[in-house]
């Protein structure tokens, strides 16, 4: 069939090692939502040493519990002996060797971009090694593709595409003892499978030279590469490796472990599909790498189940007796509303009593002869609150209904004193991780939260004994919880909405766990440093915009492919996955120049398009009206180094408005002696300080920009 006449198809090529999480999800809904009734789903089969049936069964249980749907589905075994055929096309053809060097010189020869003694290896002593090979003899070996020993990318530094590997197949057991890697499945299976579209995370970007290069090698229909940025999550750990260590150790109930980015972690949680997809396709394709925010999800989290979420009443295990007087002798009982503003969820009955209790930590709030408001009652006047020393006995209201509810600073929620309360279990989590981000190779154990499992005993209005497994509730001015189980009493998993305020009345706020400080509070807090230093006489320091400097490395550099005076570079700045930005140094230096060296990026811009395609920073240059240099860094710099202004110039904002790029970098010059440096309002000059030195250039008294 003609490449016009394929009807459009994405696929989803998940490895069953693992759980999907959150990562994956984004993959996932971006390919359905480009091709809904032609998806294809195809479990990437290739490495038995990690895959098993428990996790094939539940990557598909996920799929299904997201909503998402697939016209085909398929495993990559399905077609071992095909690609087998393939292998067989590309050794005769002389575009694959086998290679016994060990591992660790392979790895050696590929960075410094030397032949292997194999490569010159003729075409019958390759067909015999690989008869060995697949026979599972040669299990030192690996067949890989003959691209190039020195090419810039060295994702094109003739990869391995087969490994002998003797474990036995979750579904082909022991046939085959050879399996292809998966960047030599991927093309092939693309394109004989129908995909038109291959939709990957911009990670992959060094090996689309290699898709084309199969496809082209074994004369296959090659599918349109279209590029994303990978999902990168504050506080996060998104490595399945990491993730797995996690479980194994038990430091986790499991891969559903409501602290997980796991979909079963996040639907346990209480996590709605439609904010997911919604939170994870905001960004559509941009190829701009950012650490999103939990509270924005939270957020979309929150507008997905709050009109549909019943309400309820609970007192935790630190609960005050409060006598009212006016109230009823006698246990009333009333219907009200589980929602105020969504009839359609019916109602519940509540208990009235002269007995109540209230919230310790609402009491300590409260002062005598004050009027509160008792939600679903009325107003009430506190008369007299009974101490042991600094701790609350009891306390004594009388009814006001009369008051003004609308007067009343407290509104306060209670539960009758009465024999029919239900004991539960409300169960708050932390983030696992102490730092925002977490860079690749990193070990986490040093990083990891110790304390993220917060537990208060309470009881609930008897009303709760309706609730089931998985219904998601609100507990008034507690929070959303969703119910995770009945046994041995209803337990309960909160989930926040999206405000970063710790609620007073929380386990993490009762235990002392500290708030985890977001961007929002650190621009906050930046914005109230400034307000002091003003008010103290330094308000030229504080109006500093400072640019957030740091040492990046050009892992990746290829032409614009709409400017010819662009490149596009992948700069590795120690995020974990390399941002795109774009830069106009193609008449000042070639591409080859720029491959692997080490730049200094201005990172805190407003990501933009150039040319149609989204830079997310700057590459600095000192330069002349004739010669230019990229800002050079010391020695034994590392990506993800940054510049150190000394703390009177206060916080450096995480983004520069882009009216005001241009005066930020007004001030950034070299010295008389080269010293790149950054200049304030009064003119004083402060070095770009990195750990290993000032970045110092040729270029005497000549702008940085």
Not at 14 to 30: T, W
Not at 144 to 165: E, F, G, H, Q, T
Not at 538 to 556: M, Y
Request: net charge neutral.
């Amino acid at each position: 069939m003609a490449a016009a006449e394929i009807p459009k198809r994405c696929r989803f090529p998940p490895e069953p090692s693992g759980y999907l999480h959150i990562g994956h999800v984004k993959a996932l809904f971006l390919n359905y939502t480009e091709t809904p009734d032609n998806l294809l789903l195809r479990m990437d089969d290739t490495n038995p040493a990690k895959e098993t049936s428990e996790f094939v069964d539940n990557i598909i249980e996920d799929i299904k519990s997201l909503g998402v749907t697939w016209k085909e589905f398929s495993h990559s075994s399905d077609h071992f002996a095909t690609l087998l055929t393939y292998a067989d096309k590309i050794i005769e053809k002389g575009l694959a060797y086998c290679d016994d060097t060990p591992k660790e010189v392979m790895q050696q020869q590929r960075m410094d971009g030397l032949p292997s003694k194999n490569r010159d290896n003729t075409v019958e002593q390759n067909k015999a090694a690989w008869e060995k090979m697949k026979s599972g003899e040669a299990v030192d070996t690996c067949l890989r593709a003959k691209i190039s020993v020195d090419c810039l990318n060295k994702a094109m530094r003739d990869p391995v595409i087969y490994r002998v590997n003797l474990t036995p197949h979750l579904k082909t057991g022991d046939k085959f003892k050879v399996y292809p890697t998966y960047d030599f499945t991927c093309p092939i299976l693309d394109s004989i499978e129908g995909v038109t579209d291959a939709l990957r995370t911009s990670e992959y970007n060094d090996r689309n030279d290699q898709y084309y290069w199969i496809c082209d090698a074994l004369e296959l229909r090659k599918p349109t590469i279209r590029d994303f940025s990978r999902l990168n999550l504050e506080y996060t750990i998104m490595s399945k490796r990491k993730l797995t260590e996690l479980v194994n150790k038990g430091m986790v109930r499991g891969w559903d472990d409501p602290r997980f980015p796991t979909v079963k972690g996040l639907l346990r949680r209480g996590v709605q599909p439609e904010a997911l997809k919604k939170f994870v396709t905001q960004g559509g394709f941009s190829k701009v790498i950012n650490v999103m925010e939990w509270s924005k999800f939270w957020n979309m989290n929150k507008n997905e189940i709050d009109n549909n979420c019943p309400r309820y009443n609970c007192v935790d295990s630190f609960r005050v007796k409060c006598t009212i007087e006016g109230a009823p002798d006698t246990v009333e009982q009333k219907e009200v509303p589980l929602h105020k503003k969504n009839a359609d969820l019916g109602a519940r009955n509540i208990m009235y009593s002269k007995n109540i209790f209230l919230e310790e930590q609402d009491v300590l709030l409260l002062k005598e002869g004050e009027e509160i408001t008792l939600m679903e009652w009325g107003n009430a006047i506190i008369e007299k609150i009974n101490k042991d020393g600094d701790k609350v006995v009891d306390v004594q209201a009388k009814l006001h209904l009369e008051g003004d509810f609308k007067k009343t600073k407290w509104k306060l929620h209670w539960v009758a004193d009465t024999p029919d309360v239900v004991p539960i279990t409300l169960y708050e989590f932390d983030h696992l991780l102490t730092v925002r981000s977490l860079d690749k190779g990193t070990d986490i154990d040093p990083l990891l939260n110790k304390e993220t499992e917060f537990k208060l005993e309470a009881i609930a209005e008897a009303a709760i004994r309706n609730v089931k497994p998985g219904d998601i509730i609100q507990f008034q001015r507690r929070g959303y919880f969703r119910c995770d189980s009945l046994e041995p009493n209803p337990q309960f998993f909160n989930f926040p909405d999206g405000n970063q305020k710790i609620n007073h009345l929380s386990a993490l706020k009762r235990f002392g766990n500290k708030e985890v400080e977001t961007l929002e509070k650190k621009r906050e807090r930046a914005a109230e440093a400034k307000k002091k230093q003003v008010a103290g006489g330094k308000a030229k320091t504080a109006a500093v915009l400072l640019p957030d400097l740091r040492v990046g490395k050009i892992v990746d550099v290829k032409k614009h492919p709409d400017a010819e005076a662009l490149y596009v570079e992948s700069i590795d700045l120690g995020e974990g996955e390399p941002r795109t930005i774009v830069s106009g140094l193609v008449k000042w230096m070639p591409a080859e120049a720029l491959q692997d060296k080490l730049v200094l990026v201005m990172c805190n811009l407003k990501p933009a398009p150039l040319r149609g395609v989204m830079s997310s920073g700057m590459v600095l240059c000192a330069s002349t009206d004739s010669a230019l240099e990229t800002v050079p860094v010391p020695e034994g710099s590392s990506p993800g180094d940054r510049v150190a202004f000394p703390a009177e110039l206060g916080e450096i904002p995480a983004e520069i408005p882009k009216k005001k790029v241009p005066k930020v970098l007004e001030g950034m010059k070299t010295d008389d002696k080269g010293v790149c440096s950054f200049m304030d309002a009064d003119g004083k000059a402060y070095p770009f300080a990195l750990p290993k030195g000032n970045c110092t250039s040729q270029f005497p008294d000549v702008p940085v920009k």
